[in-house]
């Protein structure tokens, strides 16, 4: 079993910053896919970004030049910069770790953009 934590989420401004935090238990970290949703009330989770263990990160259309993904495989960790948040930014946003089949996600943080 995996545990995933997600930390890092609060009230921005719009145009302001934030930075997601993503900790992943487990000794095999370096081979799980890494994957950032949201979801706001009444709607389908979607995809924010997502790092697979190895290859190329992928990115929402709605995030792509101001969300990053990064991770630290040292801390068992990855991250998600948000840029330039917007209104429309605001949802519980959800990390999960792919590894083996299973699918594994984290109780999720909430970021409110709002001035």
């Known amino acids: 079993q995996v545990q995933v934590v997600e930390s890092g989420g609060g009230l921005a401004q719009p145009g302001g910053s934030l930075r997601l935090s993503c900790a992943a238990s487990g000794s095999f970290f370096r081979a799980y896919a890494m994957g950032w949703y949201r979801q706001v009330p009444g709607k389908q989770r979607e995809l924010v970004a997502v790092m697979p263990s190895g290859g190329t990160t992928n990115y929402a259309d709605s995030v792509k030049g101001r969300f990053t993904i990064t991770r630290d495989n040292t801390k068992n960790t990855v991250y998600l910069q948000m840029n330039s948040l917007k209104p429309e930014d605001t949802a519980v946003y959800y990390c999960?770790?792919?590894?083996?089949?299973?699918?594994?996600w984290g109780q999720g943080t909430q970021v409110t953009v709002s001035s």
């Open positions: 999960n770790a792919k590894y083996v089949g299973n699918i594994y």
